[in-house]
Structures are given as C-alpha cells and as structure tokens.
C-alpha cells in the first residue's frame, strides 16, 4: 500500500512569520508531485506540479521543493497572510498509475492576525 | 471557462436509505471524471473515474455505484447507505490521464449518514 504522510496536521502562524510543512511519499516508481489549496468552502485549487528531483516552484509567497530520492517535498510559504489559511495537499503519482494520485491528509495552516 | 458543478452541498440520510449526488461540468468536452471521498483525518480516496460517456472504473469495492449518462454528467449512487458511507464527497474533472495531469474540483457534498 502506497502512503503519502503531511507533517504536520496542523499548524498555527503568526502574521508575517514564514513556514514550511512536508510531504513524504514512496520514491519507488515516482513519477509526480502536486500540491493542492484548499480553503474552507471552496474547492481545492492546484498550486504546483513537479517531476525532477530537485525542482522547485514558486507562485508569489509560495514555493515548494522536490528531492526524488528520499521521497519527500517541502512547501515554503514566506510572510504569511490570512488568506494563506488553509488545508494544503499534496498527491503522488507514479509510473503506470493513470487516473490514480494518491493523497495526503493535509496540512491545516490557521494564519494569527 | 470551465465550471464544474455538485449539489446537494449537505446531506444527511438514514442509514439504509438510497444516495444519489450529481456533478455536471460546463465549458469543457469529454472530460475525465473523478468522484472521490475524504473520510475525518484522511487523504483523498479516489472511488470512480470515466474516461468517457457510459465508461466507469472503480477502485475501491463498496456499496456506491456511479454512472456517466451523458458527457459532462457523473453520478454517484448507492441503493442503500452505511454508516461509513459518510464522508466528504468530491467530484473532479481533467483533460489529461497521466500522473502529471492537474484535476479541478467541485464543492464537494458533505454527507451524514445516521
């Protein structure tokens, strides 16, 4: 069974602090890495999509990173704002697995004014 | 653009009662279609997809059904519901089929099974 673990469930910022939070999956026949937002009442929204390890993306105060061979991806969120509350997701996809991504729980951020 | 549409938004049923949830998607041709369920403290399970109209695979053997009568129309039923069937419900659509290929969510339908 292939298990994609976010660390941690939750998390609490301050305004203006940066932060990180993880996302471990199997290395075995990987193939990708997505990042997901999803705030509450709305539908979850895609952030990022990675291959090489290595990579790293970013979209305004948000980047995320890729290391393929330990099975893990780093998201950064730098000066964070309220609408940066949310539950971030990632998901895995692998070679030979069409239509199947394979998700996380989610890591809830909760941005203190 | 694309829209993609669920409804009800919330549900609450018996348990042995009949489900039906709907999703419809606009502004797109023979989309592939998701249905998926994230139960408390979980990851997104992935119940149902189709690549086209009448075409359905499941992944996860349960008492839920679905159905694609029409190109841009997903359902998914069940004749009589679990207590374990409650959960949030997401539909979700996407061009491609490979494991690079992002997928666009619906609202989503919370339902409670009592």
Redesign the interface.
């Not at chain 1, 697995?97 to 989610?106: F, R, T």
């Given at each position: 069974i292939l298990n994609?673990e976010q660390s941690p469930?939750s998390l609490h910022v301050q305004e203006g602090d940066s932060t990180n939070f993880t996302c471990s999956f199997p290395s075995s026949n990987f193939?990708?890495l997505?990042w997901y937002r999803w705030e509450t009442?709305?539908?979850?929204?895609?952030l990022f999509?990675m291959?090489l390890n290595g990579d790293e993306k970013k979209k305004g105060r948000i980047s995320a990173t890729l290391n393929t061979k330990e099975g893990y991806s780093y998201l950064y969120i730098k000066g964070s704002q309220p609408e940066d509350s949310a539950t971030y997701?990632c998901?895995r996809?692998?070679?030979g697995?069409?239509?199947?991504?394979?998700?996380?729980?989610?890591t809830k951020l909760i941005i203190k004014p | 653009s694309q829209t993609i549409h669920q409804w009800p938004a919330t549900l609450v049923q018996p348990v042995g009662s009949p489900l039906s949830l709907e999703c419809t998607v606009e502004g797109t041709s023979n989309p592939n279609l998701y249905w998926y369920r994230q139960a408390a403290g979980r990851g997104l399970q992935l119940l149902f997809y189709s690549v086209g109209i009448g075409q359905i695979s499941s992944e996860v053997p349960q008492n839920l059904s679905a159905s694609r009568p029409q190109d841009r129309q997903f359902i998914l039923s069940s004749k009589k519901l679990l207590l374990s069937d409650s959960g949030f419900y997401l539909c979700a659509w996407g061009v491609g089929t490979g494991p690079t290929d992002t997928q666009y969510f619906g609202p989503g339908t919370r339902l409670t099974v009592l």
């Open positions: 994609v469930q193939y990708a997505h009442a709305k539908s979850p929204e895609a999509v291959t997701l998901a996809g692998g070679w697995s069409n239509y199947q991504l394979i998700w996380g729980a989610g | -």
